[in-house]
Nanobody, 127 residues
Framework: QVHLVESGGGSVQTGGSLRLSCAAS????????MGWFRQSPGKEREEVAG????????YYADSVKGRFTISHDNAKNTLYLQMDSLKPEDSAMYYC????????????????????WGQGTQVTVSS
């Protein structure tokens, strides 16, 4: 059974940093597409970043490019999101997800491509 558990959320001031983690289990293979998404109250879930663990290709939403870094530790099967220069508009529930069916990360920004999701971790950035 696939299981994703996020951690690392919290409250920080504008300009601060947080590192989110997503421990994955229940599947084999090191070549999958994984992603981070976020959702604020009253807003649709939006893509944040994606990574193809096989080759390490990374993808970012324009809103976080240059501030966030996605990475994956194959040995630990753990996904990370380093978030720097945080802004109040980054406040949201952050979710990690994995796509076990695709052979690439071409649809990383489409939440419908991801079949498994974690429970989320809250990030709050105060001004």
């Amino acid at each position: 059974q696939v299981h994703l558990v996020e951690s690392g959320g919290g409250s920080v001031q504008t300009g601060g940093s947080l590192r989110l983690s997503c421990a994955a289990s229940g599947y084999t293979g090191s070549t999958v597409c994984m992603g981070w998404f976020r959702q604020s109250p009253g807003k649709e879930r939006e893509e944040v970043a994606g990574i193809y663990t096989g080759g390490g290709s990374t993808y970012y939403a324009d809103s976080v490019k240059g501030r966030f870094t996605i990475s994956h530790d194959n040995a630990k099967n753990t996904l990370y999101l380093q978030m720097d220069s945080l802004k109040p508009e980054d406040s949201a529930m952050y979710y990690c997800a994995v796509d076990l069916l695709s052979s690439s990360c071409g649809s990383w920004d489409n939440s419908g491509s991801f079949g498994y999701w974690g429970q989320g971790t809250q990030v709050t950035v105060s001004s």
